[in-house]
């Protein structure tokens, strides 16, 4: 049977907002679901923006697909609103817990069943950074891939791709179909679904596959499969603020005096037992010293 | 949370801390025979009990040669193992981690106690101790080596989680980092990889006993602060080679030696934080995590640090000292009931000094937990009506603690406000901190339930007219009347009405110390911060002669001249005399028995000791069914005997 469209598959991965602050869990090995907003990894939806526009030129087929709870159709049916043909997710509770290892086995096993001649995603998460599941996967199935892609033009089956490189510096490569290529967020501004094509979507039945559908024995998927330890999270270490430390080409008399005149607070003056009366007076001797209230303008 | 990240964990080699509160390791006096009592459990237990992340011990002896003092647990004896065990099981059951510190202090030992000649690196007798030590030859060195691994092999058997080297102000290890200490010409001698020598075959020693799963750190001095001693670039040098060696797994930090021990413990002048800069210049060289310690008193500070990146850890000792459940209070954000310790250092640090058991003058249960922890006060069987007397710190410990069993608490005061002479007392420069004392026990005041009645004189007759069950006479003291012939005269002052503002004073002022203490000194300093021309006499060998045990003399002195005050010391004053602007003082020399004059004065001050303000107990004695009194009415004394007899007989009514 002969192709007659290019096909294309976009994997879409929620992500965590990094703006409002995240929290650990009591135990220390992940980020608490309270006050987390969950989103679209954006470079995946940049992916998504350049495979419709290969679509478009090259009358391909774009399927749009994401491994996760329901939670995820949301995403899914944005990329049908921006003009996907076909949304799939895949779940199963057990998949959960898995590492790296794990996912790229799922990811192999659904392209292997779609075999796209293009399989798009983002090059990295919003959240997490790198995610090396859909590397491996292509890997694991001998396809070529490409990271950090701008721009992508396509010809005899062929894919020429406008990469980042290091320091700022742009290369093109070329890659035999099928292969993968892996999206940076900034490389294209997604489209804007209008509200009619919001509605269309909302009547595409969007497929789920579970682990029959994959073919895939649990021993090799989540928790189980998964070959990375897991470790607990914790803060970055700050960067120690810059503070005047005693010059040590000082003689020491000078050094310590240095440090007692020093400290994080000064010593005088930060403990008064007065009345209410006096603090405000003296709060307000301060304010006025320090310019705060009266001067020029009263 | 309020703190986040002073209440996140931190990664201290293989052990993981709660939080980022280190009790951090200071004498205590509490051993017995030598080895860990039952004293310290109950002590080391309640802070763990109180939410600190870390423990570390007091410093461990690791060789017969190293006594600094003779309470020092010798954790070189195998007799030492269940003693930890029962220390480390108590502790942790709070999930609280406990590091034990090793050390041998080298030349800062006392030879008369061991009767063995002190080792150091060189002949260079310590400026404390004043014992010539006997330079360590190469088996001497390698045999401290291997009582340290004997000493690790203890500490890991007796259930610690890590273990401390001390480097620090104190120690072996730093004579022979230090170019004042070691002049020796051999390998572990001259460059600083030859200096390095010994301090890193000890870390090794350690290492190689405790095995590579167990945590291991060093406690280094951030800068000797002395000529031709280590300052923060040769340490910051010192740290960066010692994490390089990868043995190590923290470092914590000290400040100075006994030539400057002030900077070791600051007392209540030194700024809070002050060793602050030293820490974050420490962490800007090193990955390891560093511990800043040193006046860090509340866990708002605590935050900045750690929010700022200065430190890893925040090392908490007399904080912790005077409240042992700061980190608790702090989590749950009952900063008010934080009781801040205010560095007086007179129940920590001077009765060390003393040799006497760890106190605290706001913590009359430190050392006593057993008896005197958190959960040992229990109601009244019997509710009385009690009425306190006396609103010093006295007074509102007895009727705080009394009103916490349940008892009906009334406390009187004829001032307007609570605090009796602590509330003269901070007036003294400088000493303003001192009001943290009353600040403290207010609202836990208020809390207990205890009705406050201010600006009260009571009579004996309203007492015994209202029914109390039980009386506590709290009312203090006053500067003697006539301490001297002609103090009555124009123109004399004691301290406190010169602190209080009742004193109309001339430009040449002479004050008479036979006080010794912050009293006559803080009030010389108030009156030179107002330009007097201030001459103080004293009957002792040298000005302040009480503040050396707190550490506060060698500052008090250094202000004092800086402000031009002068001092003739050795004088046994007998009499003043002469009108205003004409005063002098006669007195006789307590060595060579030679009279002498001084003068003229416009006002002489008297700081020549208290009277008991008693007429009260001696009115009510015998017609009441419970009669107490308390501190200074019994015998003018200081603030801690006030504390804690007004918390004994609060626990006891």
């Known amino acids: 049977m002969t192709k007659t469209a290019m096909q294309m598959l976009v994997l879409l991965r929620e992500t965590c907002d990094p703006k409002p602050p ?163 967020a900034d490389s294209c501004e997604p489209r804007y679904p209008d509200q009619d094509a919001l509605i269309r979507s909302l009547d595409i039945t969007i497929e789920v596959w579970d682990r029959p559908e994959l073919g895939l024995c ?53 403990v008064h037992a007065v009345s209410t009366a006096q603090t405000v007076d003296m709060l307000y001797d301060i304010f006025e010293a320090e310019g705060l209230i009266g001067g020029g303008g009263a | 949370m309020m703190f986040q990240n002073l209440f996140s964990p931190q990664k201290l080699g293989k052990v993981e801390v709660k939080n980022r509160i280190s009790f951090q390791p200071h004498l205590t006096n509490f051993a017995e025979n030598c080895l860990p009592s039952e004293r310290h459990m109950y002590y080391w237990g309640e802070r ?18 190293d006594t600094a003092y003779e309470k020092l647990v010798e954790a070189f004896h195998p007799e030492v193992i269940p003693g930890f065990r029962k220390i480390t099981d108590y502790v942790h059951q709070y999930d609280t981690k406990m590091f034990c510190q090793l050390n041998h202090n080298g030349q800062q030992c006392d030879g008369s106690i061991s009767r063995l000649p002190v080792w150091a690196p060189s002949p260079v007798p310590d400026i404390l101790f004043r014992e010539t030590p006997k330079a360590m030859e190469i088996e001497d060195i390698e045999e401290v080596c291997r009582f340290f691994a004997i000493s690790a092999e203890h500490v890991r058997q007796g259930g610690f989680d890590g273990v401390e080297l001390q480097f620090g102000h104190s120690s072996l290890a730093r004579q022979f980092l230090s170019p004042l200490t070691n002049y020796r010409q051999d390998e572990f001698g001259g460059s600083l990889e030859n200096r390095m020598r010994a301090p890193l075959m000890f870390i090794k020693a350690v290492r190689r006993a405790v095995g590579d799963d167990f945590t291991l750190g060093i406690r280094m001095c951030a800068d000797e602060m002395i000529p031709g001693g280590l300052d923060l670039a040769q340490v910051q040098e010192i740290c960066v080679l010692f994490e390089a060696s990868g043995l190590i797994d923290f470092v914590d930090l000290s400040i100075a030696t006994f030539y400057n021990l002030y900077l070791v413990e600051g007392s209540m002048h030194t700024p809070l934080g002050y060793t602050i800069p030293l820490a974050a210049g420490i962490r800007e060289k090193i990955e390891l995590p560093v511990f800043c310690t040193g006046r860090i008193n509340d866990p708002v500070m605590a935050e900045k640090v750690l929010a700022a990146g200065q430190a890893d850890m925040i090392g908490m000792c007399r904080a912790l000292i005077c ?78 603690m ?10 009187y005061d004829r001032n307007e406000a609570l605090g009796g002479q602590v509330l003269t007392a901070m007036k003294g420069a400088g000493r303003d901190e001192f009001g943290v004392i009353i600040r403290n026990e207010k609202e836990q005041v208020d809390k207990a339930g205890v009705k406050v009645e201010l600006e009260t004189e009571v009579t004996a007759e309203q007492l015994l007219k209202a029914g109390a069950d039980t009386i506590i006479v709290a009312t203090g003291s006053k500067p003697k009347a006539h301490p001297v012939g002609g103090a009555d005269g124009a123109g004399v002052y004691n301290v406190w009405q010169v602190l209080d503002g009742q004193a109309e004073l001339g430009e040449k002022i002479c004050l008479i110390d036979y006080d010794g203490h912050h009293r006559a000194t803080a009030t010389a300093e108030f009156l030179a911060d107002q330009g007097k021309n201030v001459h103080i006499i004293c009957s002792s060998l040298f000005i302040g002669a009480e503040l050396g045990p707190t550490q506060d003399l060698y500052l008090t002195r250094q202000r004092l001249l800086g402000k031009g005050v002068t001092f003739t010391p050795d004088i046994a004053v007998m009499e003043v005399s002469g009108d205003i602007g004409e005063k002098s003082v006669k007195g006789f020399n307590v060595y060579s028995n030679a009279w002498d004059e001084w003068g003229p004065y416009d006002n002489l001050v008297l700081a020549m000791g208290q009277e008991v303000d008693e007429d009260l107990y001696f009115a009510l004695k015998g017609k009441v069914k419970e009669l107490y009194r308390i501190g200074d009415c019994v015998a003018p004394r200081k603030v801690d005997m006030a504390i804690w007899e007004g918390h004994k007989v609060g626990r006891e009514v």
């Open chain 1, 22 to 184: 995240a929290r650990l869990t009591a135990d220390g090995y992940g980020v608490r679901e309270r006050g987390l907003r969950r989103i679209a990894n954006p470079a995946d939806l940049c992916a998504l923006e350049m495979a419709m526009q290969l679509a478009d030129s090259n009358n391909g087929t774009v399927t749009v697909f994401a491994i996760g709870p329901d939670r995820l159709d949301d995403h899914l049916r944005l990329g049908l609103a921006m003009g996907a043909g076909r949304a799939l997710r895949v779940w199963n509770p057990a998949f959960q817990g898995g590492d790296a290892v794990s996912e790229a086995r799922l990811v192999e096993q659904i392209v292997n069943i779609l075999e796209p001649d293009l399989f798009f995603t983002g090059s990295r998460l919003l959240d997490r950074g790198g995610d090396p599941a859909p590397a491996l996967a292509s890997a694991n199935l001998g396809r070529p891939y490409v990271t950090s892609a701008l721009a992508i033009a396509c010809s005899d089956g062929e894919v020429e791709v406008l990469r980042k490189s290091d320091r700022g510096a742009r290369q093109r490569v070329r890659a035999m179909m099928p292969c993968t290529l892996l999206f940076e």
């Open chain 1, 218 to 270: 649990l021993s090799v998927l989540g928790a189980p499969g998964a070959l990375l330890g897991k470790d607990k999270c914790s803060f970055p270490r700050v960067n120690p603020k810059r503070i005047v430390t005693p010059d040590a080409n000082l003689p020491a008399f000078e050094r310590i005096l240095a440090l007692l005149s020093g400290g994080i607070k000064p010593r005088q003056g930060n």
């Open chain 2, 48 to 65: 763990a009990k109180g939410g600190a992340g870390l423990i570390t011990t007091e410093e461990m002896s690791v060789h017969p040669t």
């Open chain 2, 323 to 400: 409240d042992p459940f700061l980190p608790k209070k702090a989590e749950e954000g009952r900063l008010e009931d934080i009781r801040s310790c205010i560095a007086c250092n007179q129940g920590c640090i001077g009765r060390m000094g003393v040799n006497r058991t760890l106190g605290c003058v706001q913590n009359p249960a430190v050392g006593l937990e057993k008896q005197w922890g958190e959960g040992t006060l229990r109601p009244a069987p019997v509710k009385k009506k009690v009425m306190v007397v006396g609103g010093g710190p006295g007074g509102m410990w007895a009727a705080k």
């Open chain 2, 402 to 411: 009394a009103g916490r069993r349940g008892h009906d608490v009334t406390l």
